[in-house]
């Protein structure tokens, strides 16, 4: 072997061997430090909820006037956050749309707050990103509300029986 060859060997020695003198060894968490075991989430955390009062939401211009049309912009409230501790009876919502993909379900959910009247929810169930809208206590006012929703341009919107924040007068809906 020529000298010109031996050199790369004895610069990659030293690196080898401190790479193969972690192997097998079991990394051991740092104090203080949760084991994924250890760790809950909390499924029903909806981060468009969270008090940021600076949230605007513009809605696009589609009018194909190149926007010429006058664009409005709404401010979204705080979330009361006593108002969600309420009961939670059986009930109904109306389901708009149930998809994988979180970024097409929150921009459904920003849409769908311009457009309707009423407590919007987006809930991660069975892999799926769900965006419901109300909390109704009995079938009969699901259907009048899903009407509403079926003319605001959500035809495929359905009833589906879940858990509801019951509200202090009784009756659902916001």
């Known amino acids: 072997m020529k000298i010109h060859t031996r050199w790369p060997v004895f610069l990659l020695l030293p690196l080898v061997s401190c790479s193969l003198s972690k192997i097998g060894g079991k990394a051991e968490p740092k104090t203080g430090e949760k084991t994924p075991e250890a760790v809950v989430y909390q499924e029903d955390f909806d981060p468009l909820t969270l008090n940021d009062d600076d949230i605007k939401i513009a809605p696009v211009d589609r009018s194909g006037t190149g926007g010429a049309a006058q664009q409005r912009t709404v401010v979204v409230p705080k979330t009361d956050k006593a108002q969600n501790q309420g ?27 311009v457009k309707l009247q009423g407590k919007i ?54």
């Open 87 to 113: 009961e939670m009876v059986k009930g109904y919502r109306i389901q708009l749309m149930s998809t994988s993909n979180m970024d097409q379900a929150t921009e459904i959910k920003k849409n769908a707050m």
């Open 121 to 174: 929810y987006l809930a991660f169930e069975s892999a799926q990103y769900k965006i419901r809208v109300g909390d109704f206590l009995t079938r009969d006012e699901a259907k009048t509300a899903l009407a509403e929703v079926v003319k605001n341009g959500y035809l495929d919107a359905w009833i589906v029986p879940c858990q509801v924040y019951k509200t202090a007068g009784g009756e659902g809906g916001e």
